[in-house]
């Protein structure tokens, strides 16, 4: 049986430790600072294209009167792709009582809270008058108006509000008893008041955790088809539309996909770098990349399938405007990104057929880092390409992007990163108690 | 000088001037002192914010064509048709629309500039100046105005030495010398368009912008049902008229000739055997032919591309099949050509023989070939004015620069084409400390201040109720010239076309701009030429065969030399132009237009005044100039028979009950109010002139977006017109589709707003809440017909191209609420007017009758393309019209049952017709 | 006087809840580093949460107001025409009361889970003794009632038995 607790650990104290270490013994390297201070700047970067876009307008993206969306509305998908894979892993593996989530969930969770945090602010970005975001809440107002309930934006906002509140219970739910670790060994009074609080006077008692399992249990029934409903309906912001290319019954079920496969490879990213920035070894093994391997290697069969039988559907479905659009797509202006999403997506992913592969860990980061470029490309040539190839020829047009464009984007991967940093530098990055359990269960103590 | 050719302004000096500005107009934003007489079919007495209609006369290249001017509160916000004047009967085009933008341009000269700042200045100058009359000389453009010409005999009269000159940068000298040719005499020979059944159009456009399109176009409109014309034209590149033929074949001027030699000769002039090829032959045979048997309503016509011989022989062409054509006498009373009045000024400037010099609102500093060196030359003479509504190249060359008033302003007169003379009448006092030419005139005749008003009412001598019927109807009546008799004395000779040494280069007048007068004029700048769809700018059309064999790639920047000058534009290629040919248009690079229209395009006319010049060379440039255009894509892409129909000729009759049926939908049938608003477009009729577009901009407040915009692709314009090239019956033919908001009964747009801003109301209009709208563009994403426009930025207001926003709120209508940033806008049907139509209609308790709603795209449309009215009366003109077999819907495969709907375009060109 | 009993391992805190549950003197509560599945029901008697059913009713309740705040506001309140649509659009109302069940059920199962549990609660007697602070990182305590600690004390076998005064 596949161990995922790795030698080196030999008493419940150790794992507590080797947990908390971050918080309360960093190692605070120069490669820390410096990563440290390369997200800040690349933070304050996206808080001045923000500010620059507020006082100048959103003119300042590359969007024109054809592609009226571009970069904000892909980084939004893209975002949020990636916010699925924490509660996925979390919720999903919990119901199917997979082991190996273990070490993964507290920081996977985190992930999706900051991904799903940086994919809510695109679409404010987005708006022509980003202030009056609060019309899309039903409130009490003088003008007696409503939101208009048939519009996916609208959808959008309760699914994606929903997410993040659902996500953050979750994830907090999950940290209390780790909590209340920290209140007992966190360095400063201060601190250990601190950490008290939000553990809520936890003591482990057995009628809390027996209350805690089923909770917790119920919370992740709730969030896969959580997870898979806000996908879904994120989709629908295309699906639900008539464009070519976008009135898709296959959206749902692709853009899920999709989420989970851009979500898993940031994860493989996150928990190399941890592994490796926080002497994360034993619990984070390459058992996990392996595993997570195999989850990526059948999501970009998916992915492939999913393609494929796009072109396959606008050939047999015999619609000009469809069939237009998938020569666009390899012919047109796009066909480089396009070839790019295709190799990224699904040629390049097929290398995790191999085991030799998926255990070697410097390959699984490198594919997964080239599967979260190939889903943005996916995600903007969703945008783009129906767009600039919709019904009317005189409306053709093609997208270049601006600074600013490529400005937020990066900020927002900055400040994606900052977040984390601090993150792990306040919150134990694995959960000490499911990682005690896990042991227990290894070791037979 | 330094004040007319000092750099320009830095930002914050020009918003001061601006804020200044403003204050000083909003002071003087009253009617004119004089007593003004209301159009007649409006109740008298203003009521505030009331419209109130003026019937008044703008001219173009010197020619009066009358129009209605609408004021609120004092403020002329809009120009519409003057139905009473048979020049614009009812209809407008692009540059009488402009009109009330270019009235309250910011940059418009409002003071006496040059060696002094005051009137006072310059009237000492100018005495000092005329102490020695000799070498005094007055140059115009061309005048028709009876007034105008009373004071320039005055003047004449007062300095009998005077020389003057008179050039029109879009001139007329072919067709002159043609009717010398053919007549021994000068004649205005106006075709009635109407009574021909077949035209035939060598190298000309008739259909095009001129003095003469309004009427023609009606002409043309009239005779698309019923019993049709057959149109053949042969030209080189594409014009409205190429566009809207039955038959159309491009050929190189010279080959435009040997046709004409075919079908001559077929009528008897024997003018040697025509070197044609077989397409040309075949098009001349069946040209011929048609002409021949509709004897007495037959048509030929030409342009100015070709020389006085074709112009002859057309007469004599015309003569020999009884043609449907009016000669008048000319209304230039100047004997001169314009091209050689404009030599004789160079060289008199030259020479020396000028020593005060009085320009009237004209231009020859831009307008005349750099080979004649006028800037030069004016900067020779001691004493020069400029008279003008800006401080432009002519001015920037003057001593001195006496600011004009704007027609708006003005009391006047102008003649039509066929003498129809017209009052022009101002609908609000001088904006700035502006003058008349005619004010002008007179003091320099006099010596004395005189009024405008004063100077047209002694011009006509008309008794005061006779004088009010003259205002009131926009056209004085009995002033139309009657028809001379006109005999053509030989068949003219025919010259060959020349060896063929390089490419030929056509130059037109510009679609938009025309001869770059209003080039300051920001809704003209960005009006689509109606074949490139290109903004901001001019370019070098050539043919597809030649770019290839040059190697010259679509939208790249060339260098065409002609004669050892060079000048560098865009290229495009155009399917259709003919072979060795080059076509560029007029009216850009202008060097002083204002912070508009300075350097925006290639000056062309520096090169020559000929339309028509062999001997050019293109290269690839190593400049990049950028290529702006509003349509990408203009080819159809085999989708015909979805976007732009085609029908027979034979499917034009309307009327056949239970064509209106929309197709099957899950969702219930939309309930219909009392109104059921439809516009329904005839494509057959479009001639794709753009006037509804601008009348839409003026009507709607609709923002320009200056060229960096449009080269993100970013265009504000509620009402397109698409253009198409597309194959029928083996010929390249261009179709226009004017494509404002459907107003889709099932509109995909209001579904997906999250905040209801596009919304439904209960008469079928697909309506936009600004206030309501949060910018998520959802709407115009899922728009099939991409009609939606959307606010990138505040191009109303702070963000406004050229920081013109606080200026045009002048010209805004207050009926129509200017768009923020961040919001999307559209086509609402002018609700404004929907509104208005249905409170008149209330008030004297009735419902709004077929035809009384009038959109304003729909006012302006010269040929009745664009009808208006409730589907709820089955026998409405559009609900008849929507019963014809030629009614189509744009993409009616996503049954999103648009209440805007189109008529098929119908090619004339099956042979058993 | 309550009297907590040490162990060291889960397996040890196991077998000895169970043992005293046999003994006829339950704990009355495990202070637990890790949860114990199945060892609750060795305890002394208590009130089960009944969480699932909390949660289920706020879904419930959620996704009816939900879809109900929908139909007022567009049939009732202020209807508009938008695409041609039905006011009552129910299909597209569906997502939103779906979404608000499950919001519903997860903020609710959160409160629900503290009042259940009698949290927060930052100050318990049992943080009296300094050995409950291992409780949430390596040792098992088993909590004794003083009627059984003198039991406890004996039979049990624990590593160590601490005293505390509630």
Redesign the interface.
Known sequence: MTRWIGEGIDSLEEIDARVIAPIVAPRLTWRWWLAFAFSGSLTLLMIGTVTWLFV????IF????????GFPIANYVWWLGIGHAGTLISALLLVTRQKWRGSLNRFAETMTLFAASMAGLF?IF?????Y??Y??VPYPNVQG????W?????WD?WAVGTYITFSALFWYAGLIPDLALLRERAKTRLARRIYGVFALGWRGSLKHWEVHTRFYRYMAALAVPLVVSVHSIISL?FA????PGWSDTIYPPYFVVGALYSGFAMVVVLAAALRWACSFEPFITVNHFEMIGRVLLMASIIMGVSYASEWLWSWYGGE?PER?LVAFLFTGPYAPLYYCQLLFNVVVPQALWFRRVRSNIAAVVIISIVINIGMWLERILIVWAT?SR???????????PTFWDWALLFGSLGAFMFLFMLFVRVLPALPAHELRKLWIEERGA | MSSLTGSALDRRSALKLLAAGMAATMARCSRPSEEIVPYVDMPEGLVAGEPMRFATTLTLGGHGRGFVAVAVDGRPVKIEGNARHPFSLGATDIFAEAQVLSLYDPERSGAVAGRGTTWHAFAQAWTRATRDPSGLALFTGRVTSPTTLVQIDALMKRFPGLRRYRSEPIHDDAARAGSRLAFGRVVEALPRWADADAILVLDGDPLGNGPDQLRIARAYSTRRGGKRQRIHVAEPAWTLTGAAADFRIALAPGEVREVARKIANDLGAGLGEPQLSDAARKFATRASAELRAAHGRALVLTGEGQGAELHALCHWMNARLAAPVDAFPSQDPVAGDHVGEMTAFANDLHAGRIRTLLIADANPAYDAPDALHIPAGIAKVPFSAHIGLYVDETAQACTWHLPLSHALESWGDARAPDGTASIVQPLIRPLHQTRTCDEYLAWFATGKPASAHALTRAAWQASDRNWRQMLSDGAVANTAAKPITVSVARVPDLPRAGSGRGLVLRIAPDPSLGDGRHANNAWLQECAKPFTRQVWGNAVQIAPEDAQRLQIADEGTVDVTLDGRTFAAPAVIVPGQAEGVIAVTLGHGRLAAGRIGTAVGARVCGLSFARTLSGAAVAKSADSLPFRSL?????????AE??FQISGAHEHEPNEPGLDEPPP?I??T?QRGEYAWAMLIDTDACIGCNACVVACQAENNVPVVGPE?VS????MHWL?V???ALSHNGALRHGF?P?PCMH?????????????AS????EGLNVQVYN???????C???C???VR??????YSGD?AYAEQGPALEQQHNPDVSARG????EKCNYCLQRVSRARKTAEKESREVADGEMVTACQAACPTRAIHFGNLNDAQSDVSRRRRAPRHYT??AE?N??PRTTYLKRVFNDGEDT | MTVLAEFSTAQAATDAVAAASRAGHPARDVLSPVPLEGTAEHLAPYAKGKIGWVMFVAGAVGGLAGWFMQWYSAVVDYP???????MN?WP?FLLVPYEAAILSMGVVGLLGWMWMCGLPKLFHPLFAAPIVERAVQDKWLLVFESADAHWARAHLGADAVHEVRE
């Open positions: 100048h307008g959103i003119g590359g969007n024109n009167t054809t592609i009226v969306w679409p987005h708006l022509g008058r980003p009056y975001l019309w899309i108006l409503w939101p208009q048939r519009s996916a934006l609208v906002l912001d639900a539309s008539l464009e000009r237009h767009l919709d019904y009317l020829p005189s409306a053709w047009r093609i997208f270049l | 349509q990408a894509h203009t080819r159809l892409e085999g989708r979805d976007l939908s969702l219930p939309p915009e993100q692709g970013r265009d397109r698409d253009n198409y589709e494509v889709c009964e099932l509109a995909p747009c209001e579904p997906v707003c999250p905040v209801a919304v439904h109301d209960h309501r709208c949060i910018g998520t563009r959802f115009e994403a899922n099939p017909y991409k426009r959307f606010n990138w930025f505040d963000q940033r961040g919001v999307m744009l993409l996503l999103t049952r | 508009i025409i938008s695409g041609g649509r039905p659009s597209a």
